[in-house]
């Protein structure tokens, strides 16, 4: 280790370590002649340019030996040896003028200062200094000496010692936190009224904290706390302070007020009034709540469902005859599993002049059901529950077209009346003649996992003379229309674009003459389009050859809103994995083609699955279409020989679709369809959905062909 030492003039005694010096001649330039090593020696400076002490000492020959002499190595400081292996003459670092460290030996019995440390300097606190460079240990001019100073830059000087010559002195009312300041003025740190404690462990929830005088302390009494029965900053109420309010300013009956626990709201849970649902004081009821009452209990008749007036008095005019079954059916749980029941209803002996049904079923997650009532002689079918509420379970409901608000989406979802999806109803049974008939319940569960029992029904009749009575501005079950009541229609809502009058003949039948059809009629699978908004984009079935692609999504299957005859995006999806081929291969007269597409690995197992076909090929019924998932050996027919003699596939196979093909030209298996009963792509559902994918077609007659253009398979994992 080299040491470079120097002092200039105004340093005498101090003493320093002389510089080692190898190979070098006096005057520090490169030595020609034989190589010497130098012992150091103390050098005491005692004025300029005068030293005193000891003088470097030639101890070798000019041979070049490094051996020490004859005594180096025997562990014993001999003359002319600095140290002789762990005998250092009780020399050590410090001794040699460094602040630390350990001191060694040379083989040639010089010292080694290689080990020795000099610590100020080093960036890094040693002992004895109080910083060193950029470390000042954390201190700032305000923790040096907080009496002092209450700002400024704490520095260190080249003795390691701190300089505060930048530091400022204290002043309190100059808006700036300094010294022993907790605040001044406008200056509160970092501070608010949610980091002050009202009290020990409870801290203010807001408003504005201010600086008391003198700067020793924080101002709270514009600060507020939810809980101190005060009224303050944004709180409604706090406590026992309700600003003056009670149950009956809040719109209630009576009852007592409250205040919530964060003093955001009222808490009217003690109040009451008729329609909260809670029966209380005079009333007879409220909305469901009928206090153990029912039909069989306050009127003759067998069965129905009670009523509730506005005035919370209850109404018995729904009490009618009510026929059951307790079937004790299986609901699911596999995806597309269809429960059925049926009840025989004997002759009325009078018109029926309301419908009511009521359903009892256990079911885990009643979101993937839907529920329709039919009356199997007229084919007339009211959806009642369309996939709603979610993962509620169970459902205790009776539906009610004048119930006025669908289920309610607690366990069991119901618990009492409820009306219809729009735009179910069951008026439309209104009007029917007496006579036995036949009704039917049909389940759907639309989902894996959840399953349940179908474990009552019932349906509920009011009788009475025919309601049929054209001209009395009622729409009944043989009317389309009675008066000026339309029944809610429309000529927009019959698929009429631009709109016009509908009327109601003297036959209570719908009267089109003045609706206008020169922007299309939507619903007659011909899509009409002039030009002129509005116009039709699709009509039906008919989809004009688009995807969801060609509208912006990954894929999905794409379908035609009625009436507007518009597309409807509801089963295009930016979450599908969508994989498509292209092959453009030749369908010929009984040869098959194969396609395959690849699923790539990690796409998770398959929750959905839809197909989109491409194809153009004269008499679609010389056609049968399989799809294989490879890896599993799963495979479903999507279709064989279908509609006939009509042209072409441009088709979204979805077992959610509603309903087939419906075979109309100019595209005979075109748009939004199911699979061919009874397939069901919902059988891929749960596997592994990576792999090959394949599609075979055959066409199984011979004079026509065509060309399988492209397919896709649209995967919700």
């Known amino acids: 280790m080299l040491l470079a030492l120097a002092c200039t003039t105004g340093c005498p005694g101090d003493d320093v370590p002389a510089v080692d010096t190898t190979g070098e001649d006096s005057t520090g330039g490169s030595s020609t002649g034989p190589s010497t090593v130098t012992t150091p020696t103390t050098v005491t400076m005692t004025g300029a340019d005068t030293s005193t002490g000891g003088m470097d000492t030639e101890t070798e020959s000019a041979d070049g030996s490094s051996s020490g002499g004859p005594s180096c190595g025997d562990g014993v400081v001999d003359a002319g040896e600095d140290c002789d292996g762990a005998d250092l003459g009780g020399m050590d670092c410090m001794g040699r003028g460094f602040d630390g460290g350990d001191l060694g030996c040379n083989d040639d019995c010089t010292f080694d200062e290689s080990m ?5 300097g080093n960036g890094m606190i040693d002992d004895g200094e109080e910083c060193d460079g950029d470390d000042l240990g954390g201190m700032d001019c305000v923790t040096y000496d907080p009496a002092m100073y209450y700002g400024g830059e704490l520095g260190c000087n080249d003795d390691c010692t701190f300089d505060a010559m930048m530091c400022v002195t204290e002043s309190c009312g100059d808006d700036m936190i300094n010294g022993m300041d907790v605040c001044d003025g406008a200056d509160l740190g970092v501070e608010d009224c949610t980091t002050q404690e009202y009290m020990p462990g409870v801290f203010f929830d807001g408003g504005t904290l201010a600086c008391a005088p003198g700067c020793g302390m924080f101002d709270t009494a514009g600060c507020y706390v939810c809980g101190d029965d005060t009224i303050g900053g944004p709180e409604v109420c706090d406590g026992t302070d309700l600003g003056g309010e009670d149950c009956i300013t809040q719109g209630f009956e009576g009852g007592t007020l409250a205040c919530d626990a964060a003093c955001g709201a009222y808490d009217t849970s003690g109040c009451f009034a008729c329609g909260d649902g809670v029966l209380n004081g005079a009333e007879e009821c409220d909305g469901t709540d009928f206090g153990g009452e029912s039909c069989g209990s306050l009127t003759p008749f067998p069965g129905g469902s009670l009523g509730c007036n506005l005035d919370c ?119 029917m003649p007496d006579g036995a008939s036949t009704w039917e319940i049909t389940i759907l569960d639309n989902a894996d996992g959840d399953g349940g029992t179908l474990n009552e029904w019932c349906v509920d009749f009011q009788i009475g003379p025919d309601p049929n009575n054209c001209g009395d501005g009622i729409v009944t079950f043989a009317e389309d229309c009675d008066g000026a009541n339309l029944g809610g229609e429309s000529c927009t809502s019959l698929g009429y674009l631009a709109g016009g009058t509908l009327a109601c003949d003297g036959g209570c039948v719908f009267d089109t003459s003045l609706c206008d059809a020169t922007e299309g009629i939507c619903g007659n699978n011909t899509i009409e389009n002039d030009g002129v908004v ?83 090929h004269t008499w679609d019924a010389d056609l049968d279409i399989t799809l294989t998932h490879d890896a599993t050996g799963t495979s479903i027919p999507l279709f064989t020989d279908l509609c006939g003699s009509g042209d072409d596939v441009f088709a979204f196979l979805n077992d959610e679709a509603n309903g087939p093909a419906n075979c109309v030209a100019p595209v005979a298996i075109e748009g939004n369809i199911t699979p061919e009963a009874p397939a069901l792509l919902s059988t891929f559902d749960g596997e592994l959905a990576e792999g090959d994918w394949t599609l075979n077609v055959v066409d199984d007659a011979v004079n026509d062909s065509g060309t399988l253009n492209r397919w896709c398979i649209y995967i919700t994992p």
């Open 116 to 120: 020795c440390t000099l610590n100020c």
């Open 313 to 431: 008095t209850i109404d018995t005019s729904g009490c009618g005859y009510t026929f059951c079954s307790t079937p004790g059916s299986a609901v699911g749980p596999a995806e597309g599993t269809i429960t059925q029941d049926t009840i025989a209803v004997p002759a009325l002996g009078a018109f029926v002049t309301d419908v009511n049904v009521y359903v009892d079923a256990s079911h885990t997650w009643v979101g993937d059901l839907d529920v329709t009532v039919r009356h199997v002689e007229s084919n007339s079918s009211q959806q009642m529950f369309d996939e709603a509420c979610g993962n509620v379970d169970n459902m205790l409901v009776t539906f009610d077209s004048a119930a006025g608000a669908p289920p309610a989406c607690v366990s069991p979802v119901g618990n009492g009346m409820a009306s219809l999806p729009d735009p179910g109803t069951l008026d439309a049974y209104t009007g």
């Open 534 to 616: 509005p116009d039709e984009v699709c009509d039906n079935k008919e989809l004009n050859f688009t995807t969801c692609e060609d509208l912006g999504f990954v894929g999905g299957s794409l379908d035609c809103s009625f009436p507007t005859c518009s597309f409807d995006i509801g089963e295009c999806s930016n979450s599908v994995i969508a994989v498509c081929a292209t092959p453009a291969a030749a369908i010929d007269d009984a040869a098959p083609v194969n396609s395959t597409i690849t699923v790539p690995v990690g796409s998770g197992n398959v929750a959905d699955l839809d197909v989109h076909l491409d194809i153009t």
